[in-house]
């Protein structure tokens, strides 16, 4: 176990520079694919609030169980259970060295809470990074997706097709389009985003913790100026 001075943490005679950081952007930007690049490199936890209420509700815990009950009949999980679950992946020790936060909060209420809460545990926020990327670029990347029903490996008819054609390079199974990379879903998501998400971008630089970057680039150029801007200092 490492001790924490001056916002680097100290472990096994290496300092390692701590970094808590929230990716917003709408869907399809490429937060989550740059989310993990960054922990990797960063040797951060990535949390994400779709892979933690899958893991709660397949172990039953308490809190998955009340996600679940929601879940099934088609309601949202409620902020305080998303919360819940989130602060139980900050307490363990893989998120001592940092994380970041992959798409949460959605909400200008969830990201007051989760402030709050931070504070109260001496954890705040040294960065929020805004991925931008044109609508029409967004509707272009998620309508183009397929995936294997069978091993849920992902491919894209334009930037990454399968050298099978319509099947799947791992096992064969034909490829599909998920309902929600269809154009009316996508369009759907893309209105909630910015009725309940886009909110977060103004209650953020008003705390001046908030860059945007352009997330329409090749992945690799994206990341390197992601790396860029979490090397400069925040002005305020």
């Known amino acids: 176990m490492g001790s924490w001075v001056r916002g680097w943490l100290h472990c096994a005679g290496e300092a390692v520079k701590i970094m808590r950081l929230v990716f917003l952007g709408a869907p399809g930007v490429g937060k989550g694919t740059q989310a993990d690049k960054a922990a990797v490199h960063y040797r951060i936890r990535k949390i ?3 892979d933690l209420l ?7 815990s308490s809190l998955g169980c009340e996600a679940k009950e929601h879940m099934d009949q088609g309601r949202l999980v409620p902020d305080s259970v998303v919360i819940g679950l989130v602060l139980e992946r900050l307490a363990d ?29 001496s954890l705040p926020l040294d960065r929020v990074i805004n991925f931008r990327v044109s609508r029409e670029e967004i509707v272009k990347r998620l309508s183009g997706r397929r995936s294997c029903p069978k091993c849920q490996a992902t491919y894209h008819l334009e ?19 998920r309902s929600d990379d269809q154009r009316e879903a996508i369009e759907m998501r893309l209105r ?8 977060l971008i ?24 992601l790396v860029k801007v979490l090397a400069t200092p925040q002005t305020a």
């Open 202 to 225: 103004d209650f953020y630089e008003k705390r001046h913790v908030l860059s945007h970057l352009n997330g329409a680039e090749a992945v690799d150029t994206v990341y390197h100026n």
């Open 159 to 177: 930037f990454a097709p399968s050298k099978n054609g319509g099947l799947c390079e791992r096992c064969g199974e034909a490829l599909i389009q």
């Open 93 to 121: 020790p893989s998120c001592e060295n940092g994380f970041i936060l992959d798409g949460f909060p959605r909400t200008v209420p969830q990201a007051d809470a989760l402030g709050k809460v931070l504070v109260e545990r």
């Open 48 to 50: 994400s609030t779709g």
């Open 54 to 60: 899958r893991e709660a509700v397949r172990i039953q």
């Open 192 to 199: 909630v985003y910015e009725e309940q998400t886009a909110p």
